[in-house]
């Protein structure tokens, strides 16, 4: 996590997963398993926040461990805080050498940075996946911006509920992956309850924590397979790909666990033929008889099952007893 630190108190991260982590601001290295911003401390809900009793919210990969490097502080107007590309080198680095096997970067720069690009290539060199935000200033001249548009970064955009584009995020062939970056919510700093945010920064470590799993039940994968694995097993949008506003599509993280690619085993995937569809049963000119004997037999069962399920939603609800969440509308940012 290269943001703004992580509050390790937060009730959902409160489990030691949350490592001391460095401040690359400060001249003595600090720890960064506090967030006064609350930006990081959102970001790595979204990525890792625990199963809790009493809340439906969870992170995309809820066992993971977070290691915080901060590298941003809030300013002394409480404006949001800004990473510089010397600063995201650094943490990028810090990342890399504090044993990191993915990293989520939700900061961007338009402005290209050897350092920046050597942090980058510090990080493919060590088999380390970098995700990033694509960035919020699409309806500001759409930019190109970094570190996402390096070829090793898995580069991030932001789609609604609907799925179509959020109308602020970055476009672009450099562009990977979308996923879901509008009312997003996670959680914050300083106590129980919820937040909602919207940008590319949230929509980022949806990816992160996909790349998570993979790296997870996939060790032997490289970071060059992770990344080919969740751009191939995305939701392909309905055109040309990589597509500019898209990418490859939604991440999926059922998919990119769970599919066989033949790529990665060197054979392709065994073809297997289906079974011929049985025959319609005829029926007899005289009667309806066997017709009825067909629907029955069909709609048995299958009200059976929709009765259990009904009868299970109902216990469910029941059992709950939900309660409103605290909800804190958080700024968009990159």
Known sequence: MVDTGVDGTTPQ?????VKPGVDVTTPERKPANDDCFGHGTFVAGIIGAAVRPGTGFAGVAPEATILPIRCAITTADGSPPVLTATEMAKGLRDAVDGGARVINISASTDTPDEDLAD????????????????????????????????????????????????????????????????????????GAGHWVGSGTSYAAPFVAGVAALVRAYRPQLSAEQVKHRLEATADHPAAALPDAQLGWGTVNAMAAVTTLLPEESGTAAPVVAAEPAPLPVPVRADGP?????????????????????????????????????????FSRRT
């Open 13 to 17: 991260l409160s489990d030691g997963r």
């Open 119 to 190: 942090a980058v290539r510090y990080a493919a060199q060590r088999d380390v996946v970098v995700v990033a935000s694509a960035a919020n200033t699409a309806q500001q001249g759409d930019p190109i911006t970094y570190p996402a548009s390096y070829p090793t970064v898995i580069a991030v955009g932001a789609i609604d509920i609907t799925g179509k584009k959020a109308d602020f995020s970055q476009t672009g062939k450099f562009l990977s992956l979308v996923a879901p970056g509008v009312g997003v919510t996670s959680v914050g700093p300083g």
């Open 289 to 329: 008889g066997e017709v009825v004997a067909v629907t029955a037999a069909i709609s048995v069962p299958v009200l059976a099952v929709l009765g259990l399920l009904v009868f299970r939603l109902y216990l469910g609800a029941r059992r709950r007893r939900w309660k409103r969440a605290r909800v804190v509308e």
